[in-house]
């Protein structure tokens, strides 16, 4: 399973910008996928997930509110809408397979899938004025 993220780009802060994740085979619906984050000097963090079974999804507390996930399954697509962008969302985006919490409804959790090595090359984001 190949991953390929596009839509980054530059913006000010407060402004938005929309990532989408796009699967070059068909995604099981059983997969969770989620958005990671590597700002400069970081380490690459998850910071939210869907589980495009149940629709659920999760956020790390910093994006909470601000971003939102969403999946279109029929189009193999998995999207970050971000809004309300500061300077500390800077970085390189990465969308991956994701743990699952097999209950029910099924949930998603912010680990990357271990299993999973094939990392595609992520997009870029940069907020500032």
């Known amino acids: 399973l190949q991953l390929v993220e596009s839509g980054g780009g530059w913006a000010l802060p407060g402004g938005s910008l929309r990532l989408s994740c796009t699967a070059s085979?068909?995604?099981?619906?059983?997969?969770?996928i989620g958005w990671f984050r590597k700002a400069p000097g970081k380490e690459r963090e998850a910071i939210s997930c869907i589980n495009r079974q149940s629709n659920r999804t999760a956020y790390t507390q910093s994006v909470s509110g601000r971003f939102t996930i969403s999946a279109d399954n029929p189009e193999n697509t998995v999207f970050l809408r971000m809004r309300y962008l500061g300077p500390d969302d800077t970085g390189v985006y990465y969308c991956?397979?994701?743990?699952?919490?097999?209950?029910?409804?099924?949930?998603?959790?912010?680990?990357?899938?271990?299993?999973?090595?094939?990392w595609g090359q992520g997009t870029e984001v940069t907020v500032t004025s």
């Open positions: 991956a397979p994701v743990k699952v919490l097999t209950i029910v409804p099924p949930l998603c959790l912010l680990e990357p899938d271990p299993s999973y090595d094939n």
């Open positions: 085979d068909l995604i099981p619906d059983y997969y969770p």
